[in-house]
């Protein structure tokens, strides 16, 4: 029987090694390290599978947390609205945030430092209007506004680089028509020039600061539209060239007709 596998094996050109079968005239050129290679490859990619996989899942279980953290942050502060009324809520939901707030007929400013400590003297002025918010850079969301439109009497109201800002916010604004004078909105990436049309209630606005809006269009356009929705009020961060169509035409061309 081996002679007879060994003439077989002559005849049909290949030649056996234990399990694998390689033709004979290649044996001389067959690296069995190869083989081993391959192997190695196919268990690194299953584990680079696997490392992936991993990855993807801590990188959506860290895309929900950071979602849960910032409804948790911008919770409605009911409780402490009927234990301290509204002005103290909303100076407690402003500090959270990392912000500021000033009161009426002070001059000292409530901050939170970088670590979010911050003194509980606001629980004093407990029946004292909350004339000022300072939330730039905080993350304040549509949700979170429920703290602050309850606020009558605010006068000042910075919400400058605030990632989540957006259309929708600027609509609740409209609650401050009747007291809100200074308004900062720049460096908010969310914030479009629909969103600006309904600034139009705030009619004592005297101070909008627009600087930075990469989101918004026809930027000149917008400043005139403002302008005459808010005539007392000074407009900056946008003039009346940013944005509009300029064609240029050469002195021999005649005008198109």
């Known amino acids: 029987m081996a002679a007879a596998a060994a003439v077989l094996g002559r005849r049909s050109g290949v030649a056996s ?21 391959g192997r190695w490859a196919q268990r690194w990619l299953l584990k680079l599978y696997q490392r992936f996989y991993d990855i993807e899942n801590l990188f959506n279980w860290n895309l929900a947390f950071q979602n849960w953290n910032l409804r ?21 939901y402003t500090l959270q945030q990392k912000g500021g707030v000033r009161f009426a007929g002070q001059e000292e400013w409530y901050r939170a430092d970088r670590r979010g400590n911050f003194s509980w003297d606001f629980l004093k002025h407990k029946e004292v209007p909350l004339e000022a918010v300072d939330a730039s850079g905080s993350s304040v969301t549509y949700d979170g506004l429920e703290n602050l439109v309850c606020l009558k009497e605010l ?54 600061d627009l600087s930075d809006l990469p989101a918004v269009g026809n930027r000149g356009l917008v400043r005139i539209m403002l302008e005459e929705c808010l005539p007392q009020c000074e407009i900056v961060g946008i003039e009346y060239q940013d944005g509009l169509l300029q064609q240029s035409r050469s002195p021999d061309r005649p005008p198109p007709v």
């Open 17 to 37: 090694r234990g399990t694998l079968l390689v033709p004979g005239r290649c044996w001389a050129h067959f690296d069995p390290s190869r083989l081993a290679q």
């Open 72 to 92: 948790r942050k911008n919770v409605y502060y009911g409780y402490t609205q009927s234990m301290y009324g509204v002005y103290v809520a909303a100076a407690h």
């Open 155 to 208: 006068k000042y109201l910075n919400l400058s680089r605030c990632p989540f800002i957006d259309d929708w916010c600027l609509s609740r604004l409209q609650v401050f028509g009747d007291s809100l004078e200074e308004l900062r909105l720049s460096g908010c990436p969310r914030v479009t020039e629909r969103g600006l049309a309904s600034l139009h209630h705030l009619k004592n606005l005297k101070h909008l």
